[in-house]
């Protein structure tokens, strides 16, 4: 009896629930951006991106089409919490973590290109109307 009890106990130990979107940190983020001000001119061509205040460890904005805009968190989903796991580089679309060497394809909702990360960057919703951006979740 004491067997099945010590590993009914250490199954349950072993199992945890967790929330597929709880990989990232969540925090509150409810931004507005004029894209037409100068210091988002990098925004005008399609398929070009910046990186915003914001969010966990800052924010990507990719312009994806006309009035489409993305925005992810610059938070690497591998190992989230240390401290160098942010997206520190985009070239084309293509976001790069230095730290684990990960890659995210930011024109197709941040999946992972490369690994050691499995899972795709924390995504915010995105609306855009009368020259304003807004990014919340």
């Given amino acids: 009896m004491k067997k099945i009890i010590i590993l009914v106990f250490s199954l349950l130990s072993l199992s945890t629930c967790t929330d597929s979107d709880d990989y990232i940190q969540n925090v509150y983020v409810n931004i507005e951006i004029p894209v037409n001000q ?19 460890k800052g924010i990507i904005i990719y ?45 197709q909702n941040g999946i992972t290109a490369n690994g050691p990360a499995l899972r795709p960057l924390k995504e915010y919703y995105t609306s855009f109307y009368g020259g304003i951006l807004k990014i919340k979740n």
């Fill in 38 to 56: 100068p210091e988002y001119s990098d925004l005008d061509a399609i398929g070009n991106s910046v990186f915003i205040t914001g969010g966990v």
């Fill in 63 to 107: 312009h994806a089409n006309v009035n489409d805009y993305r925005a992810f968190d610059r938070n690497c989903s591998f190992e989230p919490s240390t401290q160098c796991a942010y997206i520190d580089s985009i070239n084309s679309t293509i976001a790069s973590c230095n730290c684990c060497s990960s890659k995210f394809l930011i024109d």
